[in-house]
């Protein structure tokens, strides 16, 4: 009785961090309308700040709390507002999600820069481990009431600023309606950046009193991702009802000492249960809890896409397969096979494009759906042992198949979510198998087989062989996720011309206007999960066989997260975007890093410099990543916009590509070094568009568009003019279905 | 009472949304205590009229004047403050919040919450019934009451109305503007955009006529009404 009852109290001072976390979360979703992926990381961020002065500078522990939690707490919230989140108004929920992974993946990447991961940290509970106090019969640690004690404190002070107080009725109100707020006198932004702010010093609390209780060294991605259980509290009260968040949450820790106290020990997976318990339980409180109805008007989001026509998609296919075979002749065979890898990334990425780009639904786990085909084909696909095993073609549409199912049964459940609600879903689904595939490392017997999924924490998947193509040799690899991404590609391009490409479309653009047309949603969506499900598992086997050996790191939440992030950086609605997002998270940071480290080992004297540059480039991609709140149709498009001044610039265009051949001719002659024949190209290509813009500043002050068309005759030209100041798709399939109908 | 300075002021307004301009240089002048209708059909620009008007939306030219003083890029919140009570098309309480919040947000351009909330509850005495119900949940004429009572209780110097009788009973499009009346009696002006004129001509001193982002005509009511019927057959 009285483990029973120790458990409890466990559970419950669990359960009180995930309350304090999760309730800030709530704070500013309701305030705001975002979802604030990045909260654990600023708890984590937190965390490392109060050690740094505790232990690092043996600060009194009173004025460190005083300063992280009074201080920096808040002023990282209100920062956070002022510098992004304000900036993300009419933006779709695809970019609040990533512009708020960026700020956590950079949160991430900068605390690894200043706080050495191979260093132990340890913070201790308050008032030392052996403060303990007997309450009838059951001995309970000092920090462990501290920590009840803050949640209650938080659970009424939030009770009585949300029903007691002007500040917080008004702040229940600025969601529904920012502009009705002003017209009362108030200032929005005055009351959302008080909400980060308070949401901000809740998440860093939280992170302060859990960390000594897990034990253990701090560590920045294990710190971010328990705070990130909180969501599965925060989603018990539908990101809206604070009492019903502390219940989830206290739910929540109870039933993680439980897991852990009672379930027999001889049971290896139970430590891996606990583990993924939260995403488990946000995954079923997502599918259980009723969702908000289907918006009925279409947002105005400021993202806009111009999709390819099939024709166009198919010329670029070729000419990037040719570019890239042109490229490898330049480099050696450890670069090509780098190459390689980022093209398989790219083929992930892809699979984001058709989901996100096309049909608007998001996937934040693309890479967990590629560790399913890995373990399909590495169990299933292989043939011959040691150096002369390969992959059989039968294995990879075999672990291509089975990953379609598996994000099929995946997405079933999660078919009636949206948004923000899928994205969590899906990210719940990667952590799970995260946690619990990819570290099943023991043996099973089941019905007389024995196996184990994740043999040894690495699997060994050789290259694929058809016939005389062998993946082995890295040139031959290259060319063929080359070959498969520009097929994909052109693939992609034709499925959104084609009439189920514009269901999706309809569906993305006004969920409940499609479904009044008699689209069946669930169809398509399932439909079109799969889809993106197999592609994801196709480029995550060949990532796997093209690095020779995967771990369950590989395919850590982190990482597909980075590769959402860069995608959409790149330009979700484009192929190219998926090419640019699978080529720098992929094999991107590896170079960066890598490169400068050997500058810093050439150059002794300069190492810290190069060092420091190395990492402030990984940091600076997340920034880029914050930057899609500014620019939310992503770089692909801005560089397309650039060149379309370019139009009709024949004799640029060919200057520019025989200096470019010149540039080439140079490299493979080996006049010039490779880095040298890549700054030149990146400084011609950046330079074209200037100078098309430069030979289009000619002085046209052209008609406003409203009143285009009134003084002047109604032209093609004018129209196609409107078509793209309006951001409207092209006019070409209707003028020619017009001048059918007219013949007709 | 046409010698007296006007109260709002609008002279050569233009404005947009992006790259598309929707007003073209619009002139209106609203005196003290004077009601003045917007009429015209849809798209007619009314309804961002009074979104400039309210500081919603910056004007890209022109001049916007508040009691002769030159206002251009003032913020929504800063003309709340000084006076300019704007209800906006449609929906103008927050549904999540109760009756109560609602007159509780409604407070933050310095009125008292008790004030508020005697004055609407003696106006509308629905609402003092149903004071602890969100607002969503209201009808759609109840949520227009405690839309106006914003104006009731908060003593603004001008009022700006946008549709108010959208999706109302004309009984009930009647007893709100006889609130209106009221409060124009008590000294308060009033500009208020309308798509059907019935409603609103009775009590209006000036009518103006918006059609593709100008003031094509304004004038007495009786006037207006028979330019009015041209306009929507086509003119
Ligand atoms: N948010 C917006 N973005 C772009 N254009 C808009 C926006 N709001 C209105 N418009 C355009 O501005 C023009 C004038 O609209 P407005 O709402 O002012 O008309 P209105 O006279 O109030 O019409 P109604 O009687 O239908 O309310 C319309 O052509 C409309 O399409
Ligand atoms: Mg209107």
Redesign the interface.
Known sequence: MTSFLTFTILGLVLGAVYAIAASGLVLTYTTSGIFNFAHGAQAMLGTFLYWQLTYGWGWPMWLSLVVVVGLAGPAMGALLHMLIMRGLRETADVTKIVVTVAIMLGMVYLSQWIWHPEEARVTEMFFGANAKIELGGVVVRVHELVCLVVAVAVAIGLRLLFTRT?AG??M??A???P?????????PDRIAMLSWAMGSTLAVLAGILVTPIGGGALEANQLTLLVIDAFAAAMFGRLRSIPRTFTGAMVLGMTATYVMAYFPTDWTWAGNLRVSLPMIILFVVLIVLPQDRLRVAAVRTRERYRPPTPRSAAVWGAALVAAVFLLALLLDDGSITTFALGMTFAIVALSLTLLTGYAGELNLAPLSFGAVATITGFHFGVTGSGLASRLTLWGVLLAVLVTAVVGGLVALPALRLRGLYLALATMAFGVFLSNMVLRDTTEHTLFGVTFSIFPNGTLIVPPLQVGPFDLRDPRTLLMTATVLFALIGVGLAALRASGYGRRLAAMKDSPAAAAMLGQNLVKLKFGVFMLSAAIAGLGGLLMASAGGSVSGDNFAIMSSLALVMLTVVGGIGYISGALFGGLVSGVGFTIMVGTFNDLATAHPSMESIYKTIGQLLVVATALIGMGVGKNPSGTVHDIVEGYRTLRGARALLAGAAAVEAVLYGLALTGVIGNWWFAILTACLVMALPVAGRMRAAAPVRRT????AGVAEPYSDELRERLDR??GLPARERMAKEASVHAVA | MNEQAPLLELTGVRAAYG????LHGVDLRVHPGSVVALLGPNGGGKSTTMKVC???LPLTGGELRLAGRRVNGI???DA??LGI????EG???????TVR??L???????ARLADLEEAAYTRFPILGERRHQLAGSLSGGQQQMLALS?ALGTDPVILLLDELSMGLAPMIVTRMYETVAQLVAEGLSVLVAEQFARAVLPIADTAALMLHGRVVASGRPGDIEDQLSSSYLGG
């Open positions: 002007r009725v008004v229940r109100g969601v529904d309606d502009d009705l707020l002003r017209l009362n006198g108030h200032d406003p568009p409203e009143l100041e309006l | 790259p598309i301009q929707v309210a500081g919603l913020t929504a919140q709340a403050r009570c704007s209800i906006p929906r103008g309480v927050f549904p999540n919040l919040e609602n509780w947000a409604a407070t933050g351009t310095g914003r």
